[in-house]
C-alpha cells in the first residue's frame, strides 16, 4: 500500500498568512492526489483534485501543487472559515490512502 | 446535486457485525463511471478508507480489513451498504459514505454516523 505523510500535523497561523502544508507519497503516484479539509463536526469536503485543479466553488486563495512523490496545498492568505483540519488522499492504486491530517489553528 | 446518507445502528454489540446503508439521491447509483466508497473516522484521529464498489460490482478493500468487509449495491433501490464482521472497540467510529470519480477522487460524502461497539 501506498503511505501519506503529512507535515506539519499541527500548524498555527493569523489571519492573513500564507500556509503551506506538504504531503509526501511512498511511491510515485502522479498527479493522483486530491486535498479535503474537515471543520469540527462535518464531513470532509474536497477542495482539489488532480493535484492541482480546483474544485467548483473553492476559493482561489487555496492552490495545489507537486507530482510524483511531493506535494503540496497552498493558503495564500489564511482567511477566519480556513481554521481546520486539511487531509491529502491519494488514489493512484486501487487502495486508496490519506495522509495523517494537518490541524490549521489560529495563532 | 448529488446527496449521501448513512443509516443504520448506531450501537453494535462486540463480535456482532455492523451492517450500515448508504442511500443516494440526485442522481441513478449506476449510471456514469462512478465508485461507491466507506470511509470510517475514530474520535479525535484521521480518516481510514475502508473499501469501495464500482457500477460494474467490482470492489476493492483496504488489506487490514478485507477479511471482515463486504461492500455490496442495490441498484433498484440506489443504495450500497457495508458489513463488517466481528467487531471490536477499535471499530467504534464515524463511518462516511462517499462517491469518487471513475480515474478521480471522492467528490461527494455523506454527513456521517457515529457507531459504537459495546456490550
Known amino acids: 500500500d501506498i503511505q501519506m505523510t503529512q507535515s506539519p500535523s499541527t500548524l498555527s497561523a493569523s489571519v492573513g498568512d500564507r500556509v503551506t502544508i506538504t504531503c509526501r507519497a511512498s511511491q510515485n503516484i502522479n498527479s493522483w492526489l486530491s486535498w479535503h479539509q474537515q471543520k469540527p463536526g462535518n464531513a470532509p469536503k474536497i477542495l482539489i483534485s488532480k493535484a492541482s485543479t480546483l474544485e467548483s466553488g473553492v476559493p482561489a486563495r487555496f492552490s495545489g501543487s507537486g507530482s510524483g512523490t511531493e506535494f503540496t496545498l497552498t493558503i495564500s492568505s489564511v482567511q477566519p472559515d480556513d481554521f481546520a483540519t486539511y487531509y491529502c488522499?491519494?488514489?493512484?492504486?486501487?487502495?486508496?490512502?490519506f495522509g495523517g491530517g494537518t490541524k490549521v489553528e489560529i495563532k | 446535486q448529488v446527496q449521501l446518507q448513512e443509516s443504520g445502528p448506531g450501537l453494535v454489540k462486540p463480535s456482532q457485525t455492523l451492517s450500515l446503508t448508504c442511500t443516494v439521491s440526485?442522481?441513478?447509483?449506476?449510471?456514469?463511471?462512478?465508485?461507491w466508497s466507506w470511509i470510517r473516522q475514530p474520535a479525535g484521529k484521521g480518516l481510514e478508507w475502508i473499501g469501495r464498489?464500482?457500477?460494474?460490482?467490482?470492489?476493492n478493500y483496504n488489506p487490514s480489513l478485507k477479511s471482515r468487509v463486504t461492500i455490496s449495491v442495490d441498484t433498484s433501490k440506489n443504495q450500497f451498504s457495508l458489513k463488517l464482521s466481528s467487531v471490536t472497540a477499535a471499530d467504534t467510529a464515524v463511518y462516511y459514505c462517499?462517491?469518487?470519480?471513475?480515474?478521480?477522487?471522492?467528490?461527494?460524502w455523506g454527513q456521517g454516523t457515529l457507531v459504537t461497539v459495546s456490550s
Open positions: 464498489i464500482y457500477t460494474s460490482g467490482s470492489t
Open positions: 462517499a462517491r469518487g470519480e471513475v480515474d478521480g477522487s471522492l467528490d461527494y
Open positions: 440526485g442522481g441513478s447509483i449506476s449510471s456514469g463511471s462512478y465508485y
Open positions: 488522499q491519494q488514489y493512484g492504486s486501487s487502495f486508496i490512502t
